[in-house]
């Protein structure tokens, strides 16, 4: 079946520090690849939605220049929390999605700032 | 303002009997429902899913019941097995290709032995 990869599962870095996560599609091109967060027991806020070749679209509330997303093919999107400080600790994930089919979801990224 | 809603947080059912797992959403415009399983430290896997042109659809173990009328949909798994357990989220989008998924807030079913 379909597989997503994000990468890296686990974060822990001093604040200030920028981070790079990758979400890659690995058996399929995906048009549209999605970043979601989610706070504990919350459920999954979407924050961006990420088109290749085009600019994401963001949520309201969510700073584009905080969290800079590049899909730069259709296999590899990326999210960047740029200085991060510790309320940006968090769970995100990605999605990818291609056709009719349902989004298929990375194991998520565990993103821990000091 | 939660458009998609499970109201409940954890659910135990026994081995071999069935379990429900129900969700609500006030949106609509939502035509399109899907189910995802959860376990710690790994993605949302998905499950099932219905467009909102059916009322049922089974796949196995699972089928998910729609009920447009009420806003309302569920999940029924059986039998229920000890893997079953994990969290189980509701997402809904406005139609079925590239549009972002609305989630609930995830049922933790626990399937006793």
């Known amino acids: 079946g379909a597989v997503v990869s994000q990468h890296p599962s686990w974060v822990i870095c001093k604040s200030g520090t920028s981070v790079k996560i990758e979400c890659r599609s690995l058996?399929?091109?995906?048009?549209?690849m999605f970043w979601y967060r989610q706070f504990p027991k919350k459920s999954l806020m979407l924050m961006a939605t990420?088109?290749?070749?085009?600019?994401?679209?963001?949520e309201q509330g969510v700073e584009k220049d905080k969290f800079l997303i590049n899909h730069a093919s259709l296999t590899l999107s990326t999210l960047t929390v740029t200085s991060a400080h510790p309320e940006d600790s968090s769970f995100y994930i990605c999605?990818?999605?291609?056709?009719?089919?349902?989004?298929?979801f990375g194991d998520g990224t565990r993103l821990s700032i000091l | 303002d939660q458009q998609v809603k499970q109201n409940s947080p954890s659910l135990s059912v026994q081995e071999g009997r069935i379990s429900i797992l129900n969700c609500d959403y006030t949106?609509?415009?939502?035509?399109?429902f899907l189910w995802y399983k959860k376990y710690p430290a790994e993605g949302p896997t998905f499950l099932i899913s219905?467009?909102?042109?059916?009322d049922k659809n089974e796949d196995g173990r699972f089928t998910v019941f729609l009920n447009k009328s009420a806003k309302h949909l569920s999940l029924h798994i059986v039998p229920s097995q000890p893997g079953d357990s994990a969290v189980y989220f509701c997402?809904?989008?406005?139609?079925?290709?590239?549009?972002?998924?609305?989630f609930g807030k995830g049922t933790r079913l626990s399937v006793i032995a």
């Open positions: 999605s990818a999605h291609a056709g009719v089919q349902p989004q298929h």
């Open positions: 990420s088109n290749e070749g085009s600019k994401a679209t963001y």
């Open positions: 997402a809904a989008s406005e139609g079925s290709g590239n549009t972002p998924l609305v």
């Open positions: 949106n609509s415009m939502f035509d399109y």
């Open positions: 219905i467009s909102s042109i059916k």
């Open positions: 058996d399929f091109q995906a048009t549209t």
